[in-house]
């Protein structure tokens, strides 16, 4: 089967992943839920119409509409062993439990396909992934998808980062302000730094130019 262009197809759905947008992935902003920042129009928005994006998605040819009896990771691995066959044989996806999540891990093929500039395009696969799986759930169940070892990478950068700020912090006696960051990234940050006793960590801004701030506990 010939490859066929996951950002043309997540285009096709409202989600946009060029240069002019981002698809954030679900985030925690001080360490509380919050909605996922996904840029998305029509009839993809409303909570009560993730059925008709699913739909939407099957139309597009992705992953096809997903039997209603499947358990939440089955429900995560029938649709993206669909899509990535669609996408390229090449790759493959390994599917668990982790805790309260579900997390999918794609190997082979062209990593850098999937992820997408800055993460954009791993961000709306991500969207899509919870959109299908929690279609009707009363527990909402998170789908954490990690392609090639990305985001362990991504992850690791960001708490080398935090720690790095923590001690200017304590250095300085001064607050530090990070780049701006996707919800993901912040919560990586406010996670490495929650059981640092002398420094805390608060998000501020707005949109793409919100970011994490640390400052001295007292």
């Known amino acids: 089967m010939a490859e066929r262009d996951l950002d043309s197809y997540l285009e ?25 920042e996904v840029e998305v129009e029509g009839e993809v928005e409303g909570e009560g119409e993730i059925l008709d994006m699913e739909t ?3 139309a597009y ?5 997903i039997p209603d009896d499947l358990d939440p990771r089955e429900r995560a691995e029938t649709f993206l ?20 999540e579900i997390l999918a891990e794609i190997s082979g093929g062209d990593a850098g396909r999937l992820i997408g500039k800055g ?35 991504r992850d690791e950068r960001l708490r080398q980062t935090a720690h790095r700020a923590a001690g200017r912090v304590r250095k300085s006696a001064q607050e ?9 990234e912040r919560r990586i940050v406010h996670m490495a ?14 949109g793409r130019a919100r970011r994490v701030v640390v400052k001295p506990a007292d």
């Open 81 to 100: 062993v669909h899509l990535l066959l669609d996408l390229d044989a090449a790759y493959s996806v390994d599917v668990s439990d982790r805790e309260d």
């Open 176 to 184: 530090v302000e990070l780049e701006p960051m996707s919800g993901a």
């Open 61 to 65: 040819g992705i992953g096809g509409v």
């Open 56 to 58: 939407a998605m099957g």
């Open 12 to 36: 096709g759905l409202g989600i946009d992943v060029d240069d002019d947008g981002s698809a954030e992935e679900p985030m925690l902003r001080d360490l509380e839920e919050e909605p996922e």
């Open 119 to 153: 993460g954009r395009t791993l961000a709306a696969l991500e969207f899509l992934s919870n959109a299908v799986v929690n279609r009707g759930d009363a527990d909402p169940v998170r789908v954490v998808i990690d392609v090639g070892g990305y985001k362990r990478r």
């Open 193 to 206: 730094l929650a059981d640092e006793e002398d420094v805390i960590t608060e998000s501020t801004g707005e």
